[in-house]
């Protein structure tokens, strides 16, 4: 199985511009979470998803939105990117929630001139 | 503010000693406890999970859980240069989220 994939691999894009950043997975996990992470801040959550539906906000949710149609696809879209927004961004699943293990795609590296 | 705090490290170990990687978080009421590895450019996946006070062993990785004290570490025996990455401590806290430390910076001197 493929577990999760996301795309692009990576993305420069100039700011002001909007993009969409595709996440899908084939593990049929009911959460779902997007992370940025950048050198000596770690891992942060930007938004996640217990389940088909329904979104939360995470630590750092500004200047970003999602949604979750379904089980399988969780995209985030930066409506009008800017340069603070350059980061790696990784997407992740798991089955239930904080208690258990989390899945994480190959991430997409975004640069943001 | 929920924390999770590692030493960045860099963290250097001989190969075929024990790497010891440490951390502690904040949240008394966490219930779950993870270590990923972490190379460089690639993305985290998951060494160990521990839920229970104790020692968990899984190969060469042993993690260590005092919910008293409220402190997590990871032990690596026999250390292998293929070891050497970033590991980072995730704790999922009462409120149904996981925090993830900043990770620590191993290197396995061959």
């Known amino acids: 199985t493929a577990g999760i994939t996301q795309a692009p691999t990576s993305q420069i894009l100039a700011a002001g511009r909007s993009m969409t950043l595709r996440c899908t997975q084939d593990m049929r996990h009911n959460a779902m979470y997007w992370y940025r992470q950048d050198l000596g801040l770690g891992l942060r959550l930007i938004h996640y998803s217990n389940t088909a539906g329904t979104t939360g906000k995470g630590e750092v949710p500004d200047g970003y939105s999602v949604s979750r149609a379904n089980t399988d696809d969780f995209p985030l879209t930066l409506a009008s990117a800017v340069p603070s927004q350059t980061s790696v961004y990784f997407c992740?699943?798991?089955?239930?929630?904080?208690?258990?293990?989390?899945?994480f795609g190959p991430g997409t590296r975004l640069t943001v001139l | 503010q929920k924390e999770v705090e590692q030493n960045s490290g860099p963290l250097s170990v001989p190969e075929g000693a024990i790497a010891s990687l440490n951390c502690t978080y904040s949240?008394?009421?966490?219930?779950?406890f993870f270590w990923y590895r972490q190379y460089s450019g690639k993305s985290p996946e998951l060494i160990m999970s521990?839920?229970?006070?104790g020692d968990k062993e899984d190969g060469r990785f042993t993690a260590q859980l005092n919910k008293a004290s409220q402190y997590v570490s990871l032990l690596i025996r026999d250390s292998q240069p293929s070891d050497s990455a970033t590991y980072l401590c995730a704790v999922g806290n009462r409120d149904d989220k996981i925090i993830f430390g900043k990770g620590t910076r191993l290197h396995i001197l061959p």
């Open positions: 521990i839920y229970s006070n």
């Open positions: 992740a699943s798991s089955d239930f929630g904080a208690t258990d293990t989390q899945y």
């Open positions: 949240d008394r009421g966490s219930q779950s």
